[in-house]
């Protein structure tokens, strides 16, 4: 029987939140079984691009990365974000070990290529990219990798990563040393049948149901990419993928089901 | 006999010189045995620091690391240098693994307390804080481990701490397992017994001579604490101590001799 591994996936509400990252934080350390954190960003590389007067570059509506702006995110995400919530790990006896993809080359992406838009410096990544071998050398050691969303090209090259997609491909590349749990958690109960009912908890969504309720405009746009990625997870021997509201950690593990579960 | 270890520190002019940091990191991934790379900060920090309208704090003439300090070093040293540096060292196919003293807990600083000034957050460290049996299982894994000058009181507190002091008591501590040769590498060809003279190289300095010399007004402020902390680690068992030239590391590897020895 493989060994228990969760995965789990925080987003820049909660870390713009001290009092609630602190709680979150210690439940996530409380965590018995092995586990990987892998975190967003948050409101303060906007604050710093503004007070900078780095401006968002868009094309054709898409956001670019530019180099001004990879470097905001890689100071901010894989510098202070991920640094202090190490550090804040670490006061709660969880070994965390932080880590970009370029760090010790745990996820190597692609700098992405698209015929008339230059994202700039954005990498994709799927389930190769991740080096489990390293990764569970890591674990094997007893530690926690804690992921910012920077990831590189093994050209010398930082390159901004989708956090919820580096979330999905890590529980897909170790589900095959792994019992692997995905858990995506937002400031939500779940994927609500009523954006304004906190009520409205969809038990499961399987790939039919997140197509009818696309189709029926009832996904917030938040929420899109996150259930592609959860989708992509279950189908490719994710054990386990739910999205969890950020408070409800220890109850989800503990009793097992709290919001929505991400079915095939 | 135990197995060769190097550990190389590089400071803040060659940081902020990327052609001559590409050189350096070139000669640096071709060391054939184990290494460790300790890095400084550089001018980015107080660029940073000036844009965004923080002032640096002095009290009698010393400098404090406040709240707002520690989040522009921790992003700039943590973050932006170190993730570069680790993204062009594994373009040149060496295993580079960035850390702060807080990631797997490899140093645990202790808060700066001082009776008459509150220097913020400043960590001091000594042998006793290297973390060496994680540090021995990351250069096990063929791992170049790469250091930012931040550390952690494992209390929460991440802390600003001198990367010449970092690099000496890593040293210290591995040489119980590693035959270890420190590097501290700068902008000078070495000790100078005439600063503006380049040729007037100090072939070796014990600490005798460095009382002469400091007595005789002869050692620059910069490389007072640089000496301290090279003294300090020939006085506890690192095997060989030099100061040279950034441009001198391919050269001192391979001819066994560029700039200044440090002696008993």
Redesign the interface.
């Given at each position: 029987m493989k060994e228990k591994l969760f995965v789990v996936k925080i987003g820049g509400a909660l870390i713009d939140d001290e009092v609630m990252l602190n709680q979150f934080l210690e439940e996530f350390s409380n965590i018995k079984e092995k586990k990987i954190l892998i975190h967003g960003g948050g409101k303060l590389a906007t604050i710093?691009a503004a007070?900078?007067g780095i401006t968002q570059q868009l094309v054709n509506g898409r956001r670019i990365t530019d180099k001004s702006t990879l470097?905001i995110v890689?100071?901010?995400?894989?510098?202070?974000i991920?640094?202090?919530i190490?550090?804040?790990l670490?006061?709660r006896n969880c070994?965390?070990?932080?880590l970009?993809g370029?760090?010790?080359?745990v996820i190597q992406a692609k700098k992405r290529n698209h015929s008339e838009i230059n994202f700039g410096f954005v990498g994709d990544i799927d389930e190769e990219s991740v080096n489990k071998k390293?990764l569970s050398?890591f674990l094997y050691?007893d530690?926690v990798p804690v992921f910012s969303a920077?990831t590189?090209d093994?050209?010398?090259?930082?390159l901004n990563t989708n956090a919820d997609t580096i979330a999905s491909v890590i529980a897909q590349s170790l589900s095959e040393i792994y019992d692997v749990e995905l858990l995506y958690c937002f400031d939500k109960e779940g994927v609500l049948e009523d954006v304004d009912d906190p009520d409205s908890v969809i038990k499961s969504v399987s790939q039919e149901d997140f197509s009818t309720l696309k189709e029926a405009g009832k996904l917030h746009k938040g929420i899109l990419p996150k259930l592609e990625n959860a989708l992509g997870a279950i189908k490719n021997n994710v054990n386990k993928v739910f999205l969890i509201k950020e408070t409800q950690l220890k109850n989800h593990i503990e009793n097992h089901h709290a919001g929505t579960e991400i079915c095939l």
């Amino acid at each position: 029987m493989k060994e228990k591994l969760f995965v789990v996936k925080i987003g820049g509400a909660l870390i713009d939140d001290e009092v609630m990252l602190n709680q979150f934080l210690e439940e996530f350390s409380n965590i018995k079984e092995k586990k990987i954190l892998i975190h967003g960003g948050g409101k303060l590389a906007t604050i710093l691009a503004a007070k900078l007067g780095i401006t968002q570059q868009l094309v054709n509506g898409r956001r670019i990365t530019d180099k001004s702006t990879l470097d905001i995110v890689t100071m901010v995400y894989a510098g202070n974000i991920n640094k202090n919530i190490v550090s804040k790990l670490q006061y709660r006896n969880c070994n965390a070990l932080g880590l970009s993809g370029a760090d010790a080359n745990v996820i190597q992406a692609k700098k992405r290529n698209h015929s008339e838009i230059n994202f700039g410096f954005v990498g994709d990544i799927d389930e190769e990219s991740v080096n489990k071998k390293m990764l569970s050398y890591f674990l094997y050691l007893d530690l926690v990798p804690v992921f910012s969303a920077i990831t590189h090209d093994k050209k010398g090259n930082l390159l901004n990563t989708n956090a919820d997609t580096i979330a999905s491909v890590i529980a897909q590349s170790l589900s095959e040393i792994y019992d692997v749990e995905l858990l995506y958690c937002f400031d939500k109960e779940g994927v609500l049948e009523d954006v304004d009912d906190p009520d409205s908890v969809i038990k499961s969504v399987s790939q039919e149901d997140f197509s009818t309720l696309k189709e029926a405009g009832k996904l917030h746009k938040g929420i899109l990419p996150k259930l592609e990625n959860a989708l992509g997870a279950i189908k490719n021997n994710v054990n386990k993928v739910f999205l969890i509201k950020e408070t409800q950690l220890k109850n989800h593990i503990e009793n097992h089901h709290a919001g929505t579960e991400i079915c095939l």
